[in-house]
């Protein structure tokens, strides 16, 4: 269901856990002598992103995410006040933009649409932010301030009006919504007792195909899996391929056993195969090393340029400008300058080119890895794990990959 709705693993990862790795990071946007404005990652930032994602993927239509909006921004800015610690607002007056957000979505739409769900946590997000905090700004502003938006009180209010329009939507969703099936990547057995036999036997073509035509785009190849295999695996491989393709028109449950054995070993013949293309422990750390250096020197001197304590400047410039850096540079070319002088990049873990979310999401989770010990569980799940990854990369679908 979450899938169809636009929540895969990648979103409710970045929406569960994002704002908890991120809550305490803040992202300058305006300094100037006595004021200083920054947006929270974990309160604003990360709500924004996902929000606007939602929008774009399951194409809502500009007027209702406008409309939406302006009535939850309007809301929220009479249930807020400025107050010594930020923009605030109290039980039960908090309610009102999740209240209000799951009104709308049901009238807007209807509990038979997927795109409800999401249009209900996009308004309430960003209703909240610009209700509570940028309708505030003329009134922040009128003496010397430091703060940033979506975080001090505003933080949870945003985080509450998200999850709970988000999980009341839900609740009243159609039958047809609620119990839609759910394929992961992953082959697995119980979702061939799901279909026909002549279904289930071309699920497991499929995913076999799946996996030559990955396996492929790490060796450049372009060509059919059949060659893909034969080549790249060998000759058993093909023939086996090649005897799931023929008894593909009328197999017998028996058939679909059997071919689910021989899709399994393809596919684990597979996986050992690109192994090897996985960057190492030590590639990983080398690269890091670089970028660290990089974004320490960046932090410097945006401490020194302006005149800030240095100790907590160089910290709240590191931390910002990491994310950042790694963000862009992963998702505009797929490797940092660390990541190119060691000759490896970030990729989809199909071998496609990360998309945004996917740089955007391992990055947020990268503040999480660094409360673990400074990436010390990290460095035990690259090292461990099959596709070495961290809990970013397990969290947002990405691998680190040598260079071809």
């Given at each position: 269901m979450y899938a169809k709705i636009g929540f895969g693993g990648r979103e409710v990862g970045l929406l569960v856990l994002g704002p908890f790795a991120a809550m305490l990071f803040d992202l300058p946007i305006f300094i100037y002598k006595n004021y200083f404005l920054a947006i929270n990652i974990g309160g604003a930032l990360i709500p924004l992103i996902l929000s606007l994602y939602l929008i774009k993927r399951l194409y809502?239509?500009?007027?209702?995410?406008?409309?939406?909006?302006a009535l939850v921004s309007m809301a929220?800015?009479?249930?807020?006040?400025?107050?010594?610690?930020?923009?605030?607002?109290?039980?039960?007056?908090?309610?009102?933009?999740?209240?209000?957000?799951?009104?709308?979505?049901?009238?807007?739409?209807?509990?038979?649409?997927?795109?409800?769900?999401?249009?209900g946590y996009a308004i309430a997000t960003i209703g909240v932010l610009v209700g509570g905090d940028i309708f505030h700004l003329p009134e922040i502003f009128r003496k010397p301030f430091s703060g940033s938006m979506g975080g001090a009180g505003l933080y949870d209010m945003v985080y509450i009006a998200g999850l709970l329009s988000f999980c009341i939507i839900i609740f009243f969703m159609s039958k047809e919504i609620k119990y839609t099936?759910?394929?992961?990547?992953?082959l697995q057995k119980r979702d061939l007792y799901a279909l026909d036999k002549k279904q289930s036997f071309l699920l497991l073509i499929k995913k076999v195909e799946e996996k030559a035509v990955e396996l492929a785009k790490w060796h450049g190849i372009d060509a059919p899996p059949s060659i893909i295999l034969k080549s790249l695996i060998?000759?058993?491989?093909?023939?086996?391929?090649?005897?799931?393709?023929?008894?593909?028109?009328n197999p017998s449950m028996a058939d679909v056993e059997k071919a689910w054995i021989t899709a399994s070993i393809i596919i684990s013949a597979i996986e050992e195969k690109k192994k090897k293309w996985y960057a190492t422990t030590v590639e990983r750390c080398a690269s890091f090393l670089f970028d660290f250096?990089?974004?320490?020197g960046i932090s410097i001197l945006f401490s020194i340029l302006?005149?800030?304590?240095?100790?907590?400047?160089?910290?709240?410039?590191?931390?910002?400008?990491?994310?950042?850096?790694?963000?862009?540079?992963?998702?505009?070319?797929?490797s940092t300058i660390g990541k190119m002088v060691i000759g490896i990049s970030v990729k989809e873990e199909n071998m496609e080119k990360a998309e945004f979310m996917t740089s955007f999401t391992r990055n947020i989770i990268r503040f999480l890895d660094m409360a673990l010990g400074f990436y010390f569980i990290s460095l035990i799940l690259i090292k461990f794990s099959p596709k070495k990854q961290r809990l970013g990369d397990l969290i947002a679908g990405s691998v680190v990959v040598k260079n071809m």
């Amino acid at each position: 269901m979450y899938a169809k709705i636009g929540f895969g693993g990648r979103e409710v990862g970045l929406l569960v856990l994002g704002p908890f790795a991120a809550m305490l990071f803040d992202l300058p946007i305006f300094i100037y002598k006595n004021y200083f404005l920054a947006i929270n990652i974990g309160g604003a930032l990360i709500p924004l992103i996902l929000s606007l994602y939602l929008i774009k993927r399951l194409y809502m239509p500009l007027s209702k995410v406008i409309i939406g909006i302006a009535l939850v921004s309007m809301a929220t800015f009479f249930v807020t006040k400025v107050t010594d610690i930020g923009v605030v607002s109290y039980f039960p007056f908090y309610l009102l933009p999740s209240i209000l957000a799951f009104l709308l979505s049901i009238l807007l739409f209807s509990p038979h649409s997927e795109k409800t769900p999401g249009y209900g946590y996009a308004i309430a997000t960003i209703g909240v932010l610009v209700g509570g905090d940028i309708f505030h700004l003329p009134e922040i502003f009128r003496k010397p301030f430091s703060g940033s938006m979506g975080g001090a009180g505003l933080y949870d209010m945003v985080y509450i009006a998200g999850l709970l329009s988000f999980c009341i939507i839900i609740f009243f969703m159609s039958k047809e919504i609620k119990y839609t099936p759910h394929y992961t990547k992953k082959l697995q057995k119980r979702d061939l007792y799901a279909l026909d036999k002549k279904q289930s036997f071309l699920l497991l073509i499929k995913k076999v195909e799946e996996k030559a035509v990955e396996l492929a785009k790490w060796h450049g190849i372009d060509a059919p899996p059949s060659i893909i295999l034969k080549s790249l695996i060998g000759e058993n491989a093909w023939k086996d391929y090649l005897i799931m393709k023929r008894k593909s028109r009328n197999p017998s449950m028996a058939d679909v056993e059997k071919a689910w054995i021989t899709a399994s070993i393809i596919i684990s013949a597979i996986e050992e195969k690109k192994k090897k293309w996985y960057a190492t422990t030590v590639e990983r750390c080398a690269s890091f090393l670089f970028d660290f250096l990089i974004i320490g020197g960046i932090s410097i001197l945006f401490s020194i340029l302006f005149y800030m304590k240095f100790f907590p400047s160089f910290l709240l410039f590191f931390f910002s400008t990491q994310f950042v850096y790694f963000t862009l540079f992963e998702y505009l070319s797929g490797s940092t300058i660390g990541k190119m002088v060691i000759g490896i990049s970030v990729k989809e873990e199909n071998m496609e080119k990360a998309e945004f979310m996917t740089s955007f999401t391992r990055n947020i989770i990268r503040f999480l890895d660094m409360a673990l010990g400074f990436y010390f569980i990290s460095l035990i799940l690259i090292k461990f794990s099959p596709k070495k990854q961290r809990l970013g990369d397990l969290i947002a679908g990405s691998v680190v990959v040598k260079n071809m």
